[in-house]
């Protein structure tokens, strides 16, 4: 029995070290869109394989990757695994596993730690034993962890990503379930302009923050875990870092200022503020959400307008922990990792990749961020600069609306050869980036990259010139469930009463000039909505929703109850029509 254990340790051996020693594959002749550093190249590994979340990469080489919604995926499971054979860089086997549901939220979750393959969802952390050799696990599936509220609305920013540390200890974050600490069931999560916030804010207690479970303990709730850090809104890049064996993590800051508070901010201000952040997570830390935000330009901790803040005064928000390094608002960083590899050249082992998924809510100015940066490390902290490792996600130069970016990019991974795994979650396409080059690698090659900071979606944009007049999606969705949703409910139904439903009503679907003018002068007298009339009064609202309110409602509204994707309208055809 125990030679029989060598013999399979020395087996597994050498087939990781095989997996080493393999010659790099051939890159695609575009780097499969990608734009990167000098020397390095990039092979598509697969592509289409569903709305791709992070993924993981084992020993072996083969890839997991979590997705979306296993819903979308036909049943076929919500998890994929994918193994190339032959050394190609493509995947030659792609399979689906996973009979677990999504519970309609935006997992993040997948790890291998300690040979089980971890996956989380919105609701649960999992676990399976991989065996060598083995593609698709088919241990039984262990419950680590359970999050058990039932109430759907508490799950915004409910993904779970994981990190482990060396003492066996699994770091999950649990999200705020609202933007600003409002009043949930009045508000919505979005809340609603001109808001104050809760205080103290009661999501405080079981979100915002980030709580440390047991590794290996089946059947977890999060009153087994251990509230290790707080004021943390949503954390969707957790890793532990080797280098000092400390919690790292990036964190989306919150939204729509202009839009929740427009006597604070201006358009410009909301669409740079407030940063998003990369902190250093020690035990007991406190980044005071929803008291504070981290301003950029100004450098530190400054009080939320819903708690009495003009953008200016500091007051408590002094009180709290700050970043190690801060971004423009709205860019939306989604994993985070420090790169132990052997191949690429010896800096990237002093500092952290970062992926930006990209902007949703910087109108009227263009969407932003949609690239993988590097933040180089000295002395064990970033030196304030960031570079731009891999863009080319978008496939336009102006990103207006976030689905006119054709990728978006998503997670990160080492392979055992020391590649880099970038996963996205438009298409579901897969990239591994190689390292070809010699050990002189610096300012030369990096010289070209940092040239792409001057792309708008990178680039802070200028007040005047880059003001693009033209209404948001997500912007509108704040507005329409302040001053819509009370008649017309939040899923556009109406009240099958007084009030019609919008979900295709040609009063949507129909003439925009017809659906502006209702907006800003008001409806009265009977109308005719699919069949069934209607007499109630749709009051004006031009008197105190500017133009770039009204063109953003309508965005919303054509795009969520009629199914035009693409449609967006201008603040100047608005204004044409007050």
Not at 53 to 76: E, F, P, Q, S
């Amino acid at each position: 029995m125990c030679r029989l254990f060598l013999f399979c340790l020395m087996v597994t051996a050498i087939s990781c070290t095989h997996q080493k020693m393999l010659p790099l594959p051939a890159a695609d002749p575009d780097n499969g869109g990608l734009i990167l550093p000098g020397n390095f190249e990039a092979v598509v590994v697969a592509e289409g394989v569903g709305r791709a979340r992070h993924l993981t990469v084992n020993d072996n080489g083969d890839i997991y990757v979590k997705l979306t919604y296993n819903d979308a995926m036909n049943g076929r499971g919500g998890t994929v695994a994918l193994r190339d054979n032959d050394n190609d860089g493509k995947a030659d086997v792609i399979s689906y596993f996973g009979d677990y549901k999504d519970e309609g939220g935006q997992p993040a979750g997948i790890a291998i730690h300690d040979g089980y393959l971890y996956t989380s969802t919105v609701k649960y952390v999992l676990r399976n034993k991989l065996k060598a050799g083995q593609l698709v696990p088919d241990s039984k599936t262990e419950i680590i962890l359970t999050d058990e509220d039932k109430d759907l609305f508490r799950h915004w920013h409910s993904a779970k990503p994981l990190a482990f540390d060396n003492d066996g200890h699994m770091y999950v974050p649990f999200g705020a379930p609202t933007d600003a600490a409002q009043d949930i069931k009045s508000a919505g999560p979005a809340g609603m302009p001109g808001g104050k916030g809760l205080d103290p804010a009661p999501d405080l207690e079981w979100h915002a923050g980030i709580w440390q479970f047991s590794a290996d303990k089946a059947g977890q709730t999060q009153k087994d875990g251990v509230k290790y850090a707080t004021g943390i809104r949503s954390a969707l890049g957790l890793a532990w870092s080797p280098m000092d064996n400390t919690l790292y993590s990036v964190v989306n800051g919150m939204d729509n200022f202009h839009t929740r508070y427009p006597k604070v901010f201006t358009a410009w201000q909301a669409a740079v503020l407030p940063a998003e952040t990369f902190v250093k997570v020690k035990e007991h830390a406190d980044f005071g959400w929803p008291y504070a935000y981290y301003d950029q330009m100004q450098g530190k901790n400054v009080l939320q307008p819903g708690y009495g803040g003009d953008g200016k005064i500091v007051g408590r928000a002094s009180k709290f922990d700050t970043p190690l390094m801060a971004f423009p608002g709205h860019w939306a960083p989604m994993d985070l990792l420090f790169y132990q590899g052997n191949q690429f050249p010896e800096r990237y082992k002093r500092g952290a990749f970062i992926a930006f998924h990209g902007s949703t809510d910087r109108s009227p100015y263009p969407q932003a961020g949609y690239i993988v940066c590097f933040v180089p490390f000295e002395n064990g902290a970033p030196t304030g600069k960031w570079e731009v490792f891999a863009d080319g996600f978008t496939g336009v130069d102006t990103v207006m609306n976030t689905s006119d970016a054709v990728y978006r990019p998503m997670g990160l991974a080492t392979g055992p050869d020391g590649s880099l795994y970038i996963s996205e979650s438009n298409k579901g396409k897969i990239w591994r980036v190689m390292y070809k080059g010699s050990d002189k690698f610096g300012d030369v090659q990096l010289a070209k990259m940092e040239e792409r900071k001057s792309r708008s979606y990178i680039k802070t944009p200028d007040e005047v010139k880059d003001n693009m007049g033209k209404g948001g999606e997500m912007a509108g969705m704040i507005l329409f469930n302040s001053y819509c949703s009370s008649c017309h409910q939040r899923n556009g139904m109406g009240d099958n009463n007084r009030y019609p439903p919008l979900a295709n009503s040609e009063f949507v679907t129909g003439d925009k000039d017809r659906l502006i003018k209702i907006i800003l002068n008001g409806l009265q007298g009977e109308i005719t909505v699919d069949n069934k009339k209607f007499n109630g009064q749709m009051p004006a609202h031009g008197g105190f929703l500017d133009d770039h309110a009204v063109a953003s409602i309508v965005t919303f509204i054509k795009r969520r109850f009629s199914d035009d994707e693409k449609f967006t309208l201008t603040e100047e055809e608005v204004k044409k029509l007050r």
